[in-house]
């Protein structure tokens, strides 16, 4: 089939010799892509990689895969082949995918179920999105969306409503994440929240928080373009430039809780990740939604103690996530024209490395999300 393959950091290529992937399970789901959007770590897999993906002449940890391997892992469809057993979707249906792979995807890989691994003590737990071995569809485990077909487990398949379309919803895999990091500020209807940060994810989050019926969202970015956007999806918006106390003016926003209720580091440097938790009224939880470098930072361990702050991280989604975005979108908390903002463009599958992975890093104030069409433009 046609699509892009990862060869290694700096080495995409497009081919059309992409090994089709087949229905060998029987709750397998092939799928024919209508839209596959480019992440960030598929920038950072380009530019610093392989992180996710398998170094050269070793194997994905659940499926024993090698390179070279087909990335995208945000990716909508139409079904166009199930296993025997699968019910609650049927050829011709518009899906998203759960990309996440974990212990219980072992099973599907011939080769690592001779192994009779058990599971992790997270999967245990009922949280595969931090399953020791976590990976994603796309990011080493089988095909990803950047090829014409994808097949994965029926239980990461969800079956979307009729009315929205396919390019937006290859959005919610991006939203998912941000509906993850609300889920973990134990977020309640009419509380306060701060993301700092307005990329993909910085965006994606003021969807979710409106999903989640905040009263006030806050984001905090200098570029301007990039408050352009959080402005169109309803945010009040922030430049930390032009403000010399920007933690004292932040809070002044919500003088009743002297503080946020929840704050989103979307931007992951030192300083943004000290306001996340600075801006918090007493008892706020700060979520820290972006992806660092593997080193340690200096912070102030009392900025949580003297008003029983709480910081976390959050890391990707669960399927549940991923029905809640398909509801709220549904029921209007999210909607539709708002996740349409969040698309900036469209490629073909030839032109993704010039016109989607090198526009992105060139012109990173005016993407968003670009999505790749490896079936041609379909909606
Ligand atoms: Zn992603
Ligand atoms: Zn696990």
């Not at 770590?41 to 170094?55: A, M, V």
């Not at 994440?177 to 700092?196: C, M, R, S, Y």
């Not at 019926?213 to 999806?233: D, T």
Request: charged share 20%; aromatic share 8%.
């Amino acid at each position: 089939m046609k699509g892009l393959l990862y060869y290694n950091r700096g080495d995409l290529r497009f081919s059309e010799e992409v090994p089709e992937p087949k229905v060998v399970n029987d709750n397998d789901v092939k799928i024919k892509v209508a839209y596959c959007g480019i992440c960030g770590t598929d920038l950072h897999e380009y530019l610093e990689g392989p992180i996710f993906f398998p170094k050269a002449g070793k194997k994905d940890k659940i499926s024993g895969f090698e390179l070279p391997l087909c990335p995208g892992h945000e990716m909508s469809g139409v079904v166009v082949e199930v296993g025997d057993k699968v019910t609650h979707v049927k050829k011709g249906d518009h899906v998203v995918i759960e990309a996440t792979s974990h212990c219980s995807d072992k099973a599907r890989y011939k080769e690592t179920m001779k192994q009779g691994l058990p599971f992790c003590s997270a999967c245990k737990a009922g949280k595969p999105n931090i399953c020791k071995d976590l990976n994603f569809l796309g990011l080493g485990t089988g095909s990803g969306g950047f090829g014409q077909y994808v097949v994965y487990g029926s239980d990461h398949v969800l079956k979307l409503p009729e009315f929205v379309p396919l390019d937006t919803a290859a959005l919610v895999e991006p939203i998912s994440v941000a509906w993850h990091a609300v889920e973990q500020a134990n977020f309640k209807p009419g509380q306060t929240a701060l993301v700092i940060g307005g990329g993909p994810i910085g965006l994606a989050s003021i969807l979710a928080l409106k999903g989640h019926k905040a009263s006030r969202i806050v984001c905090s970015e200098p570029a301007l373009m990039r408050r352009q956007f959080a402005e169109r999806l309803g945010a009040e918006v922030f430049n930390p430039m032009e403000h010399k106390d920007t933690v004292g003016d932040l809070k002044a926003l919500v003088p009743e809780t002297e503080g946020f209720d929840a704050a989103f580091d979307c931007s992951g440097i030192p300083i943004t990740f000290q306001t996340s938790i600075d801006a918090l009224g007493h008892g706020g939880i700060a979520v820290n939604v972006a992806i660092w470098a593997d080193k340690p930072i200096q912070y102030n361990p009392m900025s949580l103690t003297y008003q029983e702050k709480l910081a976390t991280g959050s890391m990707g989604y669960v399927v549940k996530d991923f029905a809640e975005v398909i509801e709220a979108i549904a029921n209007g908390l999210i909607p539709l024209e708002s996740v349409r903002v969040l698309i900036t463009g469209k490629v073909s599958a030839q032109d993704t490395v010039e016109k989607g992975f090198n526009e992105l890093i060139n012109h990173k104030e005016s993407n968003v999300k670009i999505l790749v069409t490896p079936n041609g433009e379909q909606l």
